[in-house]
Structure formats: structure tokens, C-alpha cells
């Protein structure tokens, strides 16, 4: 599988499982301190070829992906679930512990965010649904980023996610029942 656009990844590690799933360019941001240099590299490669942001699904991970995308509009997004991040043994989370399969099919469903779409389910939707404001809203949070597949959000980035993803009422409900019958029967 060939890949068009240049992949944003962390570093030298999720290069090497990227370039083993498919075949594609990175540009390692190496850490969450994105350099002024590094930025203007994927202002480069988003003009010339088109930018996907593929990075680690934790707070890093998500830090990288909101400055990268807050100075490169345009830019598609891919994610991957935490559970197939985790590495066979040792500690931490990261792409470079995704499976060739999940990165393939990580890639193959990027798609550009757009923070203008309109308001579908709102802020007090969240608070009725447990996803704001309750004892098990990160745990809610997680499980509802998993099934709609777009990554981790805290309470306040979940609103804004939804809507960027253009996710409609029936898919949350949907995906939110389901969140509610595996607490149910856990």
C-alpha cells in the first residue's frame, strides 16, 4: 500500500512500523516540542503532497497532533486505538507498537477534521450521557473515542471533537448504548 501524503509521526520508532505497513514518508516531530523548523517542513510537505498526523494516542501524542494541525490546516488525521498501542511487554504506549494490519487500516480511514461543522450534539448531551462531570466520564470518554475512532479527548476537547468528526446523533447514541451495555455486563 502506497501512501501519497507525508506521514507526521513522533519519532525514529513509528517511522519504522510505518515503513513496514505501507509505503510512505514521515517527518518525525521528535517530541512534543515541535520545532519552528519541523513546522515548516509539514507546511511544506502538506503544500506539495498533503499531510496526515499519525501520532501516539496519549497526552503527548495528542499535544503534537493539536500544534501541528493548529499551523498546518488541512491536514488529514489517523489514529490509533490505546489497546493496539501497547507494546507484548515493557511499559508505554505508542504507534510503533501498532501492528502492521491496524496501521494499514489506521491510514486507510484518515480524514481531514473540520472544526466548522455544525453543532449536532451539544455540551449538555455529554453531561446527560455521563461524558462530562461524572465518575466514570474518562473511562465513557475513552470507550466513546475507541468505538467512533477519534482518539482520546478530556472533557473539554470531546465537544469539539464530535463535532470536527461531523459525528452524527444516531452514531453517538449508538456507540454510547454500547458503552452502557459493556458496563452493564463487566
Do not use: W
Not at 506539495?48 to 501516539?56: A, L, S
Not at 503527548?60 to 486505538?81: L, M, Q, T, Y
Not at 510503533?96 to 473540520?114: F, G, K, Q, W
Not at 467512533?148 to 472533557?155: A, D, S
Request: proline share 3%; net charge neutral.
Amino acid at each position: 500500500m502506497k501512501i501519497k501524503e507525508i506521514i507526521v509521526v513522533e519519532g525514529k520508532d513509528d517511522t519504522v512500523a510505518i515503513q513496514r505497513a505501507v509505503n510512505a514518508d514521515t517527518i518525525e516531530t521528535n517530541g512534543s516540542a515541535v520545532s519552528p523548523a519541523t513546522i515548516e517542513k509539514i507546511k511544506h510537505a502538506q503544500e506539495k503532497r498533503g499531510v496526515i498526523i499519525f501520532t501516539d494516542p496519549d497526552y503527548p501524542g495528542e499535544r503534537i497532533r493539536k500544534i501541528v494541525s493548529e499551523a498546518v490546516p488541512g491536514c488529514k488525521h489517523a489514529f490509533v486505538h490505546k489497546k493496539d498501542a501497547l507494546p507484548k511487554s515493557g511499559r508505554g504506549i505508542g504507534v510503533e507498537h501498532a501492528s502492521p494490519n491496524i496501521i494499514r487500516e489506521s491510514l486507510r480511514e484518515a480524514h481531514v477534521l473540520d472544526v466548522e461543522q455544525e453543532e449536532v450534539i451539544s455540551k449538555e448531551d455529554l453531561i446527560d450521557a455521563g461524558l462530562i462531570g461524572s465518575s466514570q466520564a474518562k473511562d465513557r470518554r475513552i470507550a466513546l473515542g475507541e468505538k467512533l475512532r477519534i482518539g482520546y479527548t478530556n472533557g473539554k476537547q470531546l465537544h469539539k471533537r464530535l463535532r470536527m468528526f461531523n459525528i452524527q446523533r444516531e452514531e453517538f447514541k449508538k456507540a454510547l448504548m454500547e458503552i452502557i451495555q459493556e458496563e452493564e455486563n463487566a
